[in-house]
Structures are given as C-alpha cells and as structure tokens.
C-alpha cells in the first residue's frame, strides 16, 4: 500500500516537472525569432535587430541571408521554420509563398540597379553612361552577377540588359552579356562583393543600397533600364525573364517592374506574436529611418493585394486596394 502511494506520487512529481518543462519551453520560444531575408537587407536589419533589442533585450534573433528565391525554397521545400521572411522583391512572396506558406504581404522599401566599378586609370576601363554596354562585352573585361534562379537581383541584370538593348538600340546586346562571365554568377547579391574586392571581377551588377553601404564606387543607369522609378512602370513591363517555378519544371515568367521590397510571416512560424511585435518595429518611423539611411527608401504605407489578411496591429503599413 505505501508503496502504491510512493509510485503515485513519484508520478504526481513527474508530471508536474514535464508540464514545467513544456511551460519553460513554450516561454523561451516566445523569447526567439528567426529571420530569412535577402542578402541587400543584411546591414539594416542589423542595425533594427540592435535597435529592437534595446526595447526588447529577452528576445533572441537568429538571422540568415540568403537570396530571396532561395530564403521562400528554405521554407517550402526544406521546411525549415521562418518567423519572418524579407525579400528583396515582393512577387518572390506573391509567386512561391502565397497561398500555401504564407497569407498576406507589405511593400516596404525600394532600390534600384547600378554597375560597380573599380577606379582604374587604363582608359579601355573607364566606364560611363556612355559605353558601358560596350565595355561590359570587351572581352578583356570580367563582370559579375547573381543567380537569377536564387536572387531577385540576378533576374533584375537580366531585365536591365534587355531594357538597354532597347534604349540604346542595340540588337542582341542582352544575350551576349548574359552569356559573358558565366563562371562569376554568384547564389546572392553580396557574394558578388568578393569577387570584387579581390579583382576577380572589373564590375559588377548590384542594388545601389549595397554600393552605398559599402563605400564603392558606381555607375547609376537612366531610370528607363534601372528599376526604379514607377514613372517608368510599363517600359519596365515590356521585358521579361523566365524562372523555376513552384514545382520541379515549372516556370514562371517574371514581368519587369520598379523595385519593391516585400515581408511577410510564414503561416507555419513558431512565434507570431513575437514576429508581429518585429515587423512592426521594422516598419515603423525607427525602422524605416534605418532602412532610409541605408540606401532603402520607404515606402510605406503601400497597396496590399492581401490587405483583409493581413494582422490587425499590421494593417496600418499597407493600404487596401
């Protein structure tokens, strides 16, 4: 009898100390983010994650970069967990998140495209609004790019070359550069600075928020090829890229537009309300500013085609169509 009792209460005692344990547990996931986002997004989000952390130092933030086609594969194929997903071009959420892995999205910020360059004295290298089209197709020159299947910016060179094939008249310019430097495509953006910094390249195609932070010297392209501006939305629209789609095989043909940044949290998040409390931060007046002084202009509040789904606390940063 008393040992019936001592095996109860040994029970009792156990169960307690793993409902504690759970307890503890679902606490200190309260206290974690994980945060996928586009390489070009690294050194902001680096200074809102000090900033957040100042108002919020229990929460701990694991960050990855990544390209932005590559951080929504990490969710939907992988399925690896994702509080928060940042890419660099919000259609990346549209097309391979929406609806299955995630439900709304928020436009935030723009950037536009720019050639990187080196400050040589050998005039062949001299590069201006002028012949760069030219001097990129020398073969004596060596330019770098990313993967257009995996970074929003690989897929903007390619929409840029095609659109200065148009502007500056000239007929196949955008396939001989795309076939050029084939063994200098990088998976995101900010691979590309190394092989910059150690000269394997001469020049390279990068967001001009990068160039800025980085210090580097760059060539801004007319506003007609360089993805910025809504002014030019539907010159931008009359070229196109193709990339994988959603299942093996599958493409999607990416329309151009002027660059707009988009964040969403994924359906399957393990923290939401610790997300919420992020993304808000990030888009309110602190965050923005940061973004701003990085080269990233705001644009918030834009329109959202998920406006009814988006959080109640969210819904201020977007607009309904």
């Not at 694991?62 to 071009?89: F, P, Q």
Request: aromatic share 10%; with cysteine.
């Amino acid at each position: 009898m008393i040992y019936v009792k001592i095996k109860y209460i040994s029970c009792f005692f156990i169960l307690l100390l793993i409902l504690s344990n759970c307890g503890q547990q679902q606490t200190n996931n309260n206290h974690k983010l994980i945060i996928f986002h586009a390489g070009s997004l690294s050194v902001p989000l680096k200074e809102v994650i000090e900033l957040f952390n100042k108002e919020y130092p229990e929460i701990s933030i694991l960050t990855e970069a990544a390209g932005s086609r590559d951080c929504a594969r990490k969710i939907t194929d992988l399925k690896k967990e994702c509080d928060v997903m940042a890419s660099a071009d919000y259609t990346v959420i549209d097309q391979l998140l929406i609806p299955d892995h995630a439900s709304w999205n928020i436009h935030f910020a723009s950037n536009e495209m720019v050639i990187v360059y080196h400050d040589e004295e050998q005039s062949f290298r001299k590069i201006d609004s002028t012949n760069w089209f030219n001097i990129l197709l020398n073969d004596e020159i060596k330019y770098g790019r990313s993967e257009p299947n995996a970074d929003p910016c690989g897929y903007r060179t390619v929409l840029v070359a095609k659109l200065a094939e148009k502007y500056y008249n000239i007929p196949g310019f955008a396939s001989k550069l795309m076939a050029k430097d084939q063994q200098y495509i990088r998976p995101k953006e900010t691979d590309l600075l190394a092989l910059f910094e150690t000269n394997t390249v001469d020049f390279i195609f990068i967001y001009r928020s990068i160039a800025e932070q980085h210090g580097l010297k760059y060539l801004t392209l007319p506003d007609a090829i360089n993805l910025k501006s809504s002014k030019f939305t539907e010159e931008y629209s009359s070229v196109t890229v193709d990339l994988s789609g959603r299942e093996p095989g599958s493409i999607i043909t990416q329309i151009g537009e002027p660059m707009v940044y988009g964040i969403t949290i994924p359906t399957n998040a393990p923290n939401k309300s610790t997300a919420i409390k992020f993304v808000d931060f990030l888009l309110s007046d602190k965050g923005m500013a940061i973004m701003e002084k990085n080269g990233q202009p705001s644009i918030v509040p834009s329109y959202s085609d998920s406006f009814q789904n988006i959080p109640v606390s969210l819904k201020k940063y977007a607009l309904k169509k």
